[in-house]
Protein backbone atom coordinates (compact mmCIF):
# COMPACT_ATOMS: atom_id res chain seq x y z
CA UNK A 1 0.00 0.00 0.00
CA UNK A 2 0.92 3.49 -0.35
CA UNK A 3 -0.68 5.98 2.53
CA UNK A 4 0.62 8.85 1.30
CA UNK A 5 -0.78 8.78 -2.55
CA UNK A 6 -4.19 7.30 -0.74
CA UNK A 7 -3.55 4.08 -2.85
CA UNK A 8 -4.38 0.91 -1.43
CA UNK A 9 -3.56 -2.45 -3.29
CA UNK A 10 -5.75 -5.62 -2.82
CA UNK A 11 -5.24 -8.81 -3.14
CA UNK A 12 -7.81 -11.00 -4.95
CA UNK A 13 -7.55 -13.89 -3.27
CA UNK A 14 -8.08 -16.19 -6.37
CA UNK A 15 -11.68 -14.42 -6.88
CA UNK A 16 -12.55 -13.32 -10.30
CA UNK A 17 -11.44 -9.54 -10.65
CA UNK A 18 -14.74 -8.05 -11.86
CA UNK A 19 -16.73 -9.52 -8.75
CA UNK A 20 -13.80 -7.60 -6.23
CA UNK A 21 -14.08 -4.57 -8.24
CA UNK A 22 -17.88 -4.52 -7.39
CA UNK A 23 -17.33 -5.52 -3.77
CA UNK A 24 -14.63 -2.28 -3.71
CA UNK A 25 -16.88 0.24 -5.66
CA UNK A 26 -19.80 -0.65 -2.86
CA UNK A 27 -17.43 0.50 0.01
CA UNK A 28 -18.60 4.14 0.99
CA UNK A 29 -14.46 4.56 1.99
CA UNK A 30 -13.07 3.79 -1.81
CA UNK A 31 -12.84 6.60 -4.26
CA UNK A 32 -12.11 4.32 -6.96
CA UNK A 33 -11.37 0.68 -7.37
CA UNK A 34 -9.05 -0.65 -10.94
CA UNK A 35 -7.24 -3.15 -11.26
CA UNK A 36 -3.47 -3.42 -10.72
CA UNK A 37 -2.20 -3.47 -14.33
CA UNK A 38 1.14 -4.57 -15.10
CA UNK A 39 3.40 -1.94 -17.43
CA UNK A 40 6.95 -2.69 -19.18
CA UNK A 41 9.13 -0.27 -20.35
CA UNK A 42 8.88 0.79 -24.27
CA UNK A 43 11.57 -0.61 -26.53
CA UNK A 44 13.64 1.71 -29.05
CA UNK A 45 16.83 0.71 -30.32
CA UNK A 46 20.16 2.55 -29.90
CA UNK A 47 20.98 2.32 -33.28
CA UNK A 48 22.35 5.72 -34.79
CA UNK A 49 20.87 5.83 -38.09
CA UNK A 50 17.34 4.73 -36.49
CA UNK A 51 16.30 8.17 -36.60
CA UNK A 52 16.46 8.44 -40.19
CA UNK A 53 14.39 5.06 -40.41
CA UNK A 54 11.83 6.26 -37.99
CA UNK A 55 9.43 7.55 -40.33
CA UNK A 56 9.60 4.74 -42.62
CA UNK A 57 9.31 2.35 -38.91
CA UNK A 58 6.75 4.23 -37.39
CA UNK A 59 4.02 4.06 -40.81
CA UNK A 60 3.77 0.36 -40.15
CA UNK A 61 3.89 0.89 -36.07
CA UNK A 62 7.12 -1.60 -35.68
CA UNK A 63 8.19 0.66 -32.51
CA UNK A 64 4.94 -0.38 -31.25
CA UNK A 65 5.08 -4.05 -32.46
CA UNK A 66 8.22 -4.01 -30.45
CA UNK A 67 6.93 -3.51 -27.18
CA UNK A 68 5.11 -7.26 -27.75
CA UNK A 69 8.28 -8.99 -29.48
CA UNK A 70 11.28 -8.09 -31.14
CA UNK A 71 11.49 -11.68 -32.66
CA UNK A 72 13.07 -15.11 -32.32
CA UNK A 73 15.99 -16.46 -33.16
CA UNK A 74 14.41 -19.63 -33.98
CA UNK A 75 12.40 -17.99 -36.99
CA UNK A 76 14.40 -17.78 -39.84
CA UNK A 77 14.28 -15.05 -42.72
CA UNK A 78 15.74 -16.31 -46.22
CA UNK A 79 16.52 -13.81 -48.66
CA UNK A 80 16.86 -14.66 -51.93
CA UNK A 81 18.27 -12.20 -54.34
CA UNK A 82 21.65 -11.05 -55.40
CA UNK A 83 23.31 -12.47 -52.13
CA UNK A 84 24.22 -10.86 -48.98
CA UNK A 85 27.49 -8.61 -47.89
CA UNK A 86 28.38 -11.87 -45.34
CA UNK A 87 31.43 -9.38 -43.65
CA UNK A 88 28.87 -6.60 -42.98
CA UNK A 89 29.11 -5.45 -39.25
CA UNK A 90 24.87 -4.83 -39.00
CA UNK A 91 24.59 -8.89 -40.57
CA UNK A 92 27.30 -11.09 -40.20
CA UNK A 93 25.97 -12.08 -36.63
CA UNK A 94 23.20 -12.96 -37.72
CA UNK A 95 23.91 -14.81 -40.99
CA UNK A 96 23.53 -18.82 -41.66
CA UNK A 97 25.07 -20.43 -43.80
CA UNK A 98 23.71 -20.09 -47.35
CA UNK A 99 23.79 -20.84 -50.79
CA UNK A 100 24.95 -19.36 -53.96
CA UNK A 101 23.00 -20.62 -56.84
CA UNK A 102 25.21 -18.24 -59.40
CA UNK A 103 28.16 -19.73 -58.50
CA UNK A 104 27.53 -23.06 -57.18
CA UNK A 105 29.24 -22.60 -53.92
CA UNK A 106 28.14 -21.72 -50.20
CA UNK A 107 29.35 -18.12 -50.55
CA UNK A 108 26.33 -16.32 -51.32
CA UNK A 109 28.50 -13.03 -51.49
CA UNK A 110 26.28 -9.68 -53.17
CA UNK A 111 28.10 -7.95 -55.92
CA UNK A 112 25.34 -6.03 -56.53
CA UNK A 113 24.15 -4.50 -52.67
CA UNK A 114 20.71 -5.03 -53.29
CA UNK A 115 20.21 -8.47 -51.29
CA UNK A 116 21.92 -6.63 -48.43
CA UNK A 117 19.59 -3.86 -48.52
CA UNK A 118 16.46 -6.11 -48.55
CA UNK A 119 18.69 -8.66 -45.45
CA UNK A 120 18.41 -5.17 -43.12
CA UNK A 121 15.52 -4.07 -44.11
CA UNK A 122 13.71 -7.29 -42.81
CA UNK A 123 16.26 -8.45 -40.02
CA UNK A 124 19.69 -6.41 -39.62
CA UNK A 125 21.16 -6.65 -35.85
CA UNK A 126 19.06 -4.30 -33.37
CA UNK A 127 19.81 -2.28 -30.21
CA UNK A 128 23.22 -2.88 -30.98
CA UNK A 129 24.79 0.95 -31.45
CA UNK A 130 25.52 0.57 -35.05
CA UNK A 131 24.10 0.94 -37.92
CA UNK A 132 20.19 0.33 -38.58
CA UNK A 133 17.44 -1.06 -36.99
CA UNK A 134 15.68 -4.17 -38.72
CA UNK A 135 12.34 -4.87 -38.39
CA UNK A 136 12.45 -8.74 -36.85
CA UNK A 137 15.77 -7.71 -34.43
CA UNK A 138 16.24 -10.98 -33.53
CA UNK A 139 15.75 -13.11 -36.37
CA UNK A 140 18.27 -15.22 -38.36
CA UNK A 141 18.88 -14.67 -41.96
CA UNK A 142 19.45 -17.45 -44.69
CA UNK A 143 20.89 -15.79 -47.61
CA UNK A 144 20.12 -17.07 -51.44
CA UNK A 145 22.02 -15.73 -54.13
CA UNK A 146 20.00 -16.47 -57.35
CA UNK A 147 20.80 -12.99 -58.95
CA UNK A 148 24.06 -11.76 -60.96
CA UNK A 149 25.93 -8.66 -60.38
CA UNK A 150 23.29 -6.87 -62.92
CA UNK A 151 20.08 -7.83 -61.01
CA UNK A 152 19.13 -10.57 -63.43
CA UNK A 153 18.25 -14.55 -62.75
CA UNK A 154 16.35 -17.10 -64.19
CA UNK A 155 13.83 -18.77 -63.27
CA UNK A 156 14.91 -22.05 -63.11
CA UNK A 157 17.94 -20.22 -60.07
CA UNK A 158 15.22 -18.61 -58.17
CA UNK A 159 12.91 -22.44 -58.24
CA UNK A 160 16.25 -23.68 -56.85
CA UNK A 161 16.84 -21.42 -54.79
CA UNK A 162 13.41 -20.97 -52.89
CA UNK A 163 13.82 -25.16 -53.00
CA UNK A 164 17.21 -25.01 -51.36
CA UNK A 165 15.81 -22.10 -48.69
CA UNK A 166 12.22 -24.54 -47.78
CA UNK A 167 15.25 -27.63 -47.15
CA UNK A 168 17.21 -25.91 -45.09
CA UNK A 169 14.81 -24.19 -42.68
CA UNK A 170 13.30 -20.82 -43.99
CA UNK A 171 9.97 -20.01 -41.72
CA UNK A 172 9.69 -16.68 -44.02
CA UNK A 173 11.35 -16.32 -47.52
CA UNK A 174 11.33 -12.73 -49.28
CA UNK A 175 11.74 -12.39 -53.21
CA UNK A 176 12.18 -8.69 -54.02
CA UNK A 177 12.41 -9.90 -57.68
CA UNK A 178 10.39 -10.59 -60.47
CA UNK A 179 8.99 -10.46 -63.92
CA UNK A 180 5.40 -10.02 -65.83
CA UNK A 181 5.21 -13.50 -67.83
CA UNK A 182 3.41 -15.99 -65.51
CA UNK A 183 5.27 -19.52 -65.17
CA UNK A 184 3.57 -22.61 -64.06
CA UNK A 185 6.83 -23.95 -62.93
CA UNK A 186 7.53 -20.99 -60.22
CA UNK A 187 4.08 -21.03 -59.12
CA UNK A 188 4.34 -24.34 -58.11
CA UNK A 189 7.72 -23.56 -55.96
CA UNK A 190 5.56 -21.03 -54.40
CA UNK A 191 2.54 -23.01 -53.97
CA UNK A 192 5.20 -25.86 -52.51
CA UNK A 193 6.97 -23.67 -50.02
CA UNK A 194 3.99 -21.94 -48.67
CA UNK A 195 2.39 -26.10 -48.45
CA UNK A 196 5.66 -27.09 -46.52
CA UNK A 197 4.97 -24.32 -44.19
CA UNK A 198 6.71 -21.11 -45.28
CA UNK A 199 5.33 -17.95 -45.54
CA UNK A 200 6.83 -16.56 -48.95
CA UNK A 201 6.16 -12.39 -49.86
CA UNK A 202 7.76 -11.28 -53.11
CA UNK A 203 8.10 -7.27 -54.26
CA UNK A 204 5.25 -6.70 -57.03
CA UNK A 205 7.38 -4.43 -59.17
CA UNK A 206 8.42 -0.80 -60.05
CA UNK A 207 7.48 -0.56 -63.96
CA UNK A 208 4.36 1.71 -62.57
CA UNK A 209 2.08 -1.10 -64.38
CA UNK A 210 -0.94 -3.16 -63.63
CA UNK A 211 0.03 -6.62 -65.27
CA UNK A 212 0.44 -8.77 -62.92
CA UNK A 213 4.53 -9.51 -61.90
CA UNK A 214 5.57 -12.88 -60.77
CA UNK A 215 6.21 -14.47 -58.06
CA UNK A 216 4.17 -11.86 -56.28
CA UNK A 217 0.86 -12.46 -58.69
CA UNK A 218 1.79 -16.59 -57.90
CA UNK A 219 -1.09 -18.16 -55.53
CA UNK A 220 -0.17 -18.20 -51.81
CA UNK A 221 2.74 -14.99 -52.53
CA UNK A 222 1.86 -12.02 -50.72
CA UNK A 223 2.35 -9.35 -52.94
CA UNK A 224 3.64 -6.15 -51.73
CA UNK A 225 3.27 -2.62 -53.52
CA UNK A 226 5.59 0.30 -52.22
CA UNK A 227 3.73 4.00 -50.86
CA UNK A 228 5.44 6.51 -48.71
CA UNK A 229 5.57 6.99 -45.30
CA UNK A 230 2.95 9.40 -45.26
CA UNK A 231 0.94 6.60 -47.30
CA UNK A 232 1.30 7.53 -50.93
CA UNK A 233 1.28 5.52 -53.51
CA UNK A 234 4.47 5.65 -54.75
CA UNK A 235 4.53 6.78 -58.92
CA UNK A 236 6.86 3.42 -59.58
CA UNK A 237 4.78 0.45 -57.91
CA UNK A 238 3.10 -1.68 -59.92
CA UNK A 239 -0.55 -2.12 -58.75
CA UNK A 240 -3.89 -4.29 -59.92
CA UNK A 241 -6.05 -6.68 -58.15
CA UNK A 242 -3.73 -8.94 -57.83
CA UNK A 243 -1.49 -6.90 -54.67
CA UNK A 244 -2.06 -7.34 -51.36
CA UNK A 245 -0.78 -5.35 -49.39
CA UNK A 246 2.23 -2.12 -49.31
CA UNK A 247 4.55 -1.24 -47.19
CA UNK A 248 7.41 1.99 -47.41
CA UNK A 249 9.45 2.26 -50.16
CA UNK A 250 10.83 5.41 -50.71
CA UNK A 251 14.08 6.83 -49.62
CA UNK A 252 14.36 4.04 -47.36
CA UNK A 253 17.22 3.26 -44.97
CA UNK A 254 18.73 0.68 -45.10
CA UNK A 255 22.70 -1.89 -45.38
CA UNK A 256 24.26 -1.59 -48.16
CA UNK A 257 27.60 -3.12 -49.22
CA UNK A 258 30.43 -2.10 -46.59
CA UNK A 259 28.15 0.91 -45.51
CA UNK A 260 24.39 2.14 -45.15
CA UNK A 261 22.43 4.22 -47.74
CA UNK A 262 18.87 4.97 -48.85
CA UNK A 263 16.72 3.56 -51.90
CA UNK A 264 13.66 3.41 -53.27
CA UNK A 265 11.65 0.43 -54.95
CA UNK A 266 9.09 -2.46 -54.03
CA UNK A 267 12.02 -4.36 -53.20
CA UNK A 268 12.53 -2.48 -50.01
CA UNK A 269 8.97 -2.69 -49.36
CA UNK A 270 8.55 -6.39 -49.32
CA UNK A 271 11.17 -6.85 -46.81
CA UNK A 272 8.95 -5.07 -43.91
CA UNK A 273 6.35 -7.62 -44.45
CA UNK A 274 8.63 -10.29 -44.66
CA UNK A 275 10.09 -8.66 -41.22
CA UNK A 276 6.97 -8.39 -39.68
CA UNK A 277 5.38 -12.46 -40.90
CA UNK A 278 8.86 -13.22 -38.82
CA UNK A 279 7.51 -11.39 -35.76
CA UNK A 280 4.03 -12.81 -35.86
CA UNK A 281 5.68 -16.30 -36.01
CA UNK A 282 7.58 -15.83 -33.23
CA UNK A 283 4.15 -14.97 -31.00
CA UNK A 284 2.28 -17.40 -32.45
CA UNK A 285 4.77 -20.48 -33.64
CA UNK A 286 1.68 -23.12 -34.78
CA UNK A 287 0.49 -20.29 -37.57
CA UNK A 288 0.07 -21.60 -40.74
CA UNK A 289 1.45 -19.50 -43.86
CA UNK A 290 -2.07 -18.73 -44.49
CA UNK A 291 -2.49 -17.62 -41.19
CA UNK A 292 -0.12 -15.08 -40.48
CA UNK A 293 -0.71 -13.85 -44.16
CA UNK A 294 -4.74 -13.78 -43.03
CA UNK A 295 -3.33 -11.88 -39.75
CA UNK A 296 -1.25 -9.18 -41.97
CA UNK A 297 -3.62 -8.50 -44.23
CA UNK A 298 -6.89 -8.12 -41.27
CA UNK A 299 -4.95 -5.93 -39.70
CA UNK A 300 -3.57 -3.33 -42.41
CA UNK A 301 -4.34 0.48 -41.89
CA UNK A 302 -6.98 1.13 -45.02
CA UNK A 303 -5.68 3.60 -48.01
CA UNK A 304 -6.74 5.12 -50.85
CA UNK A 305 -10.21 4.43 -51.72
CA UNK A 306 -12.32 2.81 -48.98
CA UNK A 307 -11.63 -0.81 -48.63
CA UNK A 308 -9.56 -2.82 -50.99
CA UNK A 309 -8.43 -1.58 -53.71
CA UNK A 310 -6.06 -1.99 -56.45
CA UNK A 311 -3.19 0.82 -55.84
CA UNK A 312 -3.18 -0.35 -52.18
CA UNK A 313 -4.87 -3.88 -51.91
CA UNK A 314 -5.69 -4.37 -47.78
CA UNK A 315 -3.70 -0.91 -47.44
CA UNK A 316 -0.78 -0.12 -45.37
CA UNK A 317 1.37 -3.12 -43.28
CA UNK A 318 0.43 -2.48 -39.69
CA UNK A 319 2.28 -5.15 -37.44
CA UNK A 320 1.65 -4.15 -34.04
CA UNK A 321 -1.97 -4.56 -35.29
CA UNK A 322 -0.90 -7.94 -35.98
CA UNK A 323 0.48 -8.96 -32.80
CA UNK A 324 -2.68 -8.12 -31.09
CA UNK A 325 -2.40 -4.25 -30.33
CA UNK A 326 -5.37 -1.91 -31.01
CA UNK A 327 -5.86 -0.58 -34.47
CA UNK A 328 -5.29 2.57 -35.38
CA UNK A 329 -9.00 5.10 -37.24
CA UNK A 330 -8.87 5.92 -40.27
CA UNK A 331 -10.56 8.92 -41.68
CA UNK A 332 -12.68 8.48 -44.80
CA UNK A 333 -10.33 9.45 -47.84
CA UNK A 334 -11.22 13.27 -49.16
CA UNK A 335 -12.78 13.55 -52.86
CA UNK A 336 -12.80 16.46 -55.21
CA UNK A 337 -16.49 15.79 -56.80
CA UNK A 338 -15.62 15.91 -60.07
CA UNK A 339 -15.18 12.36 -60.31
CA UNK A 340 -17.84 11.34 -62.82
CA UNK A 341 -19.50 13.11 -66.33
CA UNK A 342 -22.56 14.00 -64.56
CA UNK A 343 -20.48 16.32 -61.55
CA UNK A 344 -17.63 17.42 -64.84
CA UNK A 345 -16.20 20.90 -64.07
CA UNK A 346 -17.22 23.90 -66.65
CA UNK A 347 -14.28 25.22 -68.62
CA UNK A 348 -14.34 27.98 -71.24
CA UNK A 349 -12.11 27.93 -74.59
CA UNK A 350 -9.25 29.99 -74.54
CA UNK A 351 -9.78 30.77 -71.03
CA UNK A 352 -7.05 30.28 -68.03
CA UNK A 353 -6.05 27.08 -67.25
CA UNK A 354 -8.71 24.98 -65.22
CA UNK A 355 -6.16 23.66 -62.19
CA UNK A 356 -6.92 19.94 -61.16
CA UNK A 357 -5.51 17.52 -58.96
CA UNK A 358 -5.83 13.59 -58.48
CA UNK A 359 -7.22 12.22 -54.80
CA UNK A 360 -7.28 9.87 -53.73
CA UNK A 361 -5.66 7.15 -55.39
CA UNK A 362 -7.43 6.18 -58.64
CA UNK A 363 -9.57 9.18 -59.10
CA UNK A 364 -10.75 10.41 -62.71
CA UNK A 365 -10.73 13.88 -62.92
CA UNK A 366 -13.76 15.23 -65.40
CA UNK A 367 -14.50 18.57 -67.38
CA UNK A 368 -16.88 20.02 -69.88
CA UNK A 369 -16.70 22.34 -72.16
CA UNK A 370 -19.08 23.75 -75.17
CA UNK A 371 -18.80 24.07 -78.87
CA UNK A 372 -21.12 26.76 -80.74
CA UNK A 373 -19.97 24.98 -83.92
CA UNK A 374 -17.55 22.59 -85.48
CA UNK A 375 -13.87 23.10 -85.17
CA UNK A 376 -10.63 22.10 -84.57
CA UNK A 377 -9.80 21.78 -80.61
CA UNK A 378 -6.72 21.47 -78.90
CA UNK A 379 -6.55 20.07 -74.97
CA UNK A 380 -3.64 20.07 -73.26
CA UNK A 381 -2.83 18.33 -69.59
CA UNK A 382 0.15 20.29 -68.02
CA UNK A 383 1.55 18.33 -64.64
CA UNK A 384 4.38 19.86 -62.54
CA UNK A 385 7.81 18.94 -64.01
CA UNK A 386 9.10 15.55 -62.63
CA UNK A 387 11.04 15.93 -59.36
CA UNK A 388 13.00 13.00 -58.04
CA UNK A 389 12.60 13.68 -54.14
CA UNK A 390 8.59 13.67 -54.73
CA UNK A 391 7.07 9.56 -53.83
CA UNK A 392 4.18 10.67 -56.70
CA UNK A 393 4.08 12.35 -59.79
CA UNK A 394 1.59 12.91 -62.79
CA UNK A 395 2.26 10.86 -65.77
CA UNK A 396 -1.29 12.14 -67.53
CA UNK A 397 -4.12 9.73 -68.84
CA UNK A 398 -5.71 12.29 -71.28
CA UNK A 399 -8.97 11.43 -72.42
CA UNK A 400 -11.68 13.56 -74.74
CA UNK A 401 -15.39 12.67 -75.24
CA UNK A 402 -18.15 13.49 -77.68
CA UNK A 403 -21.82 14.72 -76.63
CA UNK A 404 -22.98 11.44 -76.16
CA UNK A 405 -19.41 10.20 -74.23
CA UNK A 406 -18.15 8.29 -76.65
CA UNK A 407 -14.59 7.95 -76.93
CA UNK A 408 -12.94 10.46 -79.48
CA UNK A 409 -9.40 10.41 -78.09
CA UNK A 410 -6.76 9.38 -75.82
CA UNK A 411 -3.27 10.26 -74.94
CA UNK A 412 -0.99 8.62 -72.49
CA UNK A 413 2.87 8.14 -72.12
CA UNK A 414 4.49 4.86 -72.35
CA UNK A 415 8.03 6.28 -72.14
CA UNK A 416 10.75 3.26 -70.47
CA UNK A 417 12.18 6.26 -68.50
CA UNK A 418 9.36 6.22 -65.66
CA UNK A 419 10.04 10.08 -65.58
CA UNK A 420 9.50 10.76 -68.95
CA UNK A 421 6.07 9.79 -68.55
CA UNK A 422 5.96 12.94 -66.23
CA UNK A 423 4.99 15.45 -69.26
CA UNK A 424 2.46 17.19 -70.57
CA UNK A 425 -0.03 15.00 -72.74
CA UNK A 426 -1.68 16.81 -75.68
CA UNK A 427 -4.49 16.41 -78.67
CA UNK A 428 -6.05 18.11 -81.57
CA UNK A 429 -9.33 16.72 -82.39
CA UNK A 430 -12.52 17.77 -84.74
CA UNK A 431 -15.73 18.92 -82.52
CA UNK A 432 -19.18 19.07 -83.70
CA UNK A 433 -21.15 21.58 -81.81
CA UNK A 434 -22.61 20.74 -78.53
CA UNK A 435 -20.90 20.03 -75.16
CA UNK A 436 -18.16 17.52 -74.70
CA UNK A 437 -16.41 15.86 -71.64
CA UNK A 438 -12.41 15.24 -71.09
CA UNK A 439 -11.64 12.86 -68.65
CA UNK A 440 -7.56 13.02 -66.50
CA UNK A 441 -6.07 10.62 -64.65
CA UNK A 442 -3.03 9.40 -63.40
CA UNK A 443 -0.67 6.76 -65.34
CA UNK A 444 0.58 5.82 -62.14
CA UNK A 445 -2.05 5.80 -59.65
CA UNK A 446 -0.83 8.07 -57.13
CA UNK A 447 -2.46 10.75 -55.75
CA UNK A 448 -1.42 13.81 -53.65
CA UNK A 449 0.94 14.72 -57.14
CA UNK A 450 0.78 18.70 -57.59
CA UNK A 451 -2.04 20.29 -59.23
CA UNK A 452 -2.15 20.23 -63.04
CA UNK A 453 -2.99 22.94 -65.70
CA UNK A 454 -5.81 21.68 -68.23
CA UNK A 455 -6.45 24.28 -71.14
CA UNK A 456 -8.98 24.01 -74.19
CA UNK A 457 -8.39 26.05 -77.23
CA UNK A 458 -9.32 26.57 -80.71
CA UNK A 459 -6.12 25.52 -83.14
CA UNK A 460 -5.43 28.24 -85.98
CA UNK A 461 -6.85 27.56 -89.34
CA UNK A 462 -5.13 25.54 -91.92
CA UNK A 463 -2.23 27.75 -93.60
CA UNK A 464 -2.00 30.02 -90.43
CA UNK A 465 1.90 30.10 -90.45
CA UNK A 466 3.38 28.31 -87.14
CA UNK A 467 4.73 31.16 -84.91
CA UNK A 468 8.22 30.50 -85.55
CA UNK A 469 8.71 29.93 -88.98
CA UNK A 470 11.40 27.61 -90.06
CA UNK A 471 11.86 26.56 -86.47
CA UNK A 472 15.17 24.75 -85.51
CA UNK A 473 15.66 21.12 -83.57
CA UNK A 474 14.83 22.26 -79.62
CA UNK A 475 18.57 21.39 -78.24
CA UNK A 476 21.41 21.87 -80.66
CA UNK A 477 24.32 20.81 -77.86
CA UNK A 478 25.13 20.20 -74.48
CA UNK A 479 27.68 19.93 -72.67
CA UNK A 480 29.24 17.34 -70.64
CA UNK A 481 28.57 15.69 -73.89
CA UNK A 482 26.23 13.12 -74.08
CA UNK A 483 27.15 9.60 -72.13
CA UNK A 484 30.74 11.07 -71.38
CA UNK A 485 32.71 11.31 -68.25
CA UNK A 486 33.56 15.47 -67.23
CA UNK A 487 36.12 16.38 -65.09
CA UNK A 488 35.70 17.26 -61.92
CA UNK A 489 35.44 18.99 -59.74
CA UNK A 490 33.16 22.24 -60.65
CA UNK A 491 31.28 20.67 -63.47
CA UNK A 492 28.51 23.35 -64.82
CA UNK A 493 26.39 21.92 -67.51
CA UNK A 494 24.42 23.52 -70.24
CA UNK A 495 22.83 23.21 -72.96
CA UNK A 496 22.57 25.16 -75.94
CA UNK A 497 19.15 25.82 -78.05
CA UNK A 498 18.17 25.58 -81.37
CA UNK A 499 15.45 28.53 -80.92
CA UNK A 500 14.92 31.23 -79.08
CA UNK A 501 13.31 30.71 -75.69
CA UNK A 502 11.21 32.63 -73.44
CA UNK A 503 13.56 33.41 -70.64
CA UNK A 504 10.76 32.51 -67.74
CA UNK A 505 10.52 28.86 -68.93
CA UNK A 506 14.17 27.99 -68.80
CA UNK A 507 14.77 27.52 -65.14
CA UNK A 508 11.78 25.43 -64.89
CA UNK A 509 12.46 23.11 -68.27
CA UNK A 510 16.01 22.52 -67.77
CA UNK A 511 16.93 20.05 -64.56
CA UNK A 512 20.17 18.18 -63.56
CA UNK A 513 19.56 14.72 -61.52
CA UNK A 514 21.36 11.91 -60.08
CA UNK A 515 21.93 8.76 -62.21
CA UNK A 516 21.70 6.70 -59.77
CA UNK A 517 18.54 7.52 -57.40
CA UNK A 518 16.83 9.52 -59.93
CA UNK A 519 16.69 12.64 -57.81
CA UNK A 520 16.57 15.97 -58.59
CA UNK A 521 20.30 17.61 -57.71
CA UNK A 522 19.77 21.50 -57.18
CA UNK A 523 21.62 24.12 -58.83
CA UNK A 524 21.21 26.91 -60.20
CA UNK A 525 20.17 28.52 -64.03
CA UNK A 526 21.21 30.94 -66.06
CA UNK A 527 20.35 31.54 -69.61
CA UNK A 528 22.06 33.60 -71.91
CA UNK A 529 19.68 34.50 -74.47
CA UNK A 530 22.33 36.04 -77.04
CA UNK A 531 23.85 32.38 -76.96
CA UNK A 532 20.47 30.47 -76.63
CA UNK A 533 22.65 28.57 -74.02
CA UNK A 534 21.16 27.70 -70.17
CA UNK A 535 23.75 26.97 -67.89
CA UNK A 536 22.81 24.45 -64.50
CA UNK A 537 25.59 25.43 -61.36
CA UNK A 538 24.88 22.68 -58.83
CA UNK A 539 24.73 23.82 -55.72
CA UNK A 540 27.48 21.49 -54.55
CA UNK A 541 30.59 20.35 -56.11
CA UNK A 542 29.18 16.90 -58.29
CA UNK A 543 30.74 13.72 -57.13
CA UNK A 544 33.35 11.82 -59.00
CA UNK A 545 32.57 8.34 -60.25
CA UNK A 546 29.02 9.46 -59.93
CA UNK A 547 26.27 9.51 -63.15
CA UNK A 548 24.06 12.24 -63.53
CA UNK A 549 22.02 13.16 -66.79
CA UNK A 550 20.67 16.43 -67.82
CA UNK A 551 16.56 16.43 -68.46
CA UNK A 552 15.07 19.64 -70.93
CA UNK A 553 11.53 19.50 -70.90
CA UNK A 554 8.77 22.06 -71.19
CA UNK A 555 10.31 25.02 -72.23
CA UNK A 556 8.90 27.43 -74.48
CA UNK A 557 10.01 29.26 -77.96
CA UNK A 558 9.48 32.69 -78.64
CA UNK A 559 6.71 32.31 -80.25
CA UNK A 560 4.70 30.03 -77.36
CA UNK A 561 5.25 26.37 -78.32
CA UNK A 562 6.40 24.42 -75.64
CA UNK A 563 8.96 21.29 -76.11
CA UNK A 564 6.66 18.31 -75.63
CA UNK A 565 9.31 15.39 -75.81
CA UNK A 566 12.26 15.16 -73.18
CA UNK A 567 15.58 15.41 -73.96
CA UNK A 568 17.77 13.63 -71.45
CA UNK A 569 21.61 13.42 -71.86
CA UNK A 570 23.30 10.93 -69.26
CA UNK A 571 27.31 12.05 -68.47
CA UNK A 572 29.23 10.38 -65.36
CA UNK A 573 31.94 12.93 -63.09
CA UNK A 574 35.75 11.48 -63.61
Known amino acids: ?82 GVDLDHPDLAPKLLAGFDVVERD ?46 FGSDSRVIEGLDWAVDHGAD ?14 LDAAVADAVARGVVVVAATGNEADTRPNYPAASPGALGVGAASASGRLTYFSNNGD ?9 DVVSTTIGSYA ?51 GRGMLDVAAALGRERRPVAAPSVDGDGTPARARAVALGSTPAAG ?51 LAEVRHQDPELADRVRPATMAFS ?3 GTHYVSVRNGFGSRGVPAYDLSVAEVPPPGTPPPLPGAMEWVRDATPVERTAAEAPGVAPTVTFGRDLAPGSVSSGVRLYGGLTGKRVPASVTYDPDTRTATLTPAAPLRPGRPYYLRVLGVADGGGQVMQEPYRAPFTVG
Open 242 to 250: WLDLVAPGF
Open 1 to 82: SYPEAGVAVVLTGGRPVDEVLRQLGADPRVRTATPDRVRRASVLPDDPEFPSQRADLEAVRLPDAWDVTTGARNVVVAVIDS
Open 172 to 185: VVNLSLGGPDPNPA
Open 431 to 433: AGA
Open 357 to 407: SIGPEGDVDWFRFDVAAPTTLRVRVTPAPFDGSRAAELSPVLRVHGPGLGL
Open 106 to 151: GRPDDDLGHGTFVAGIAAARTDNAIGIAGAAWRSRILPVKVLDSSG
Open 262 to 312: TGSGTSFAAPFVAGAAALVRAVNPTFSPADVAARLLATTKDLGAQGVDPQF
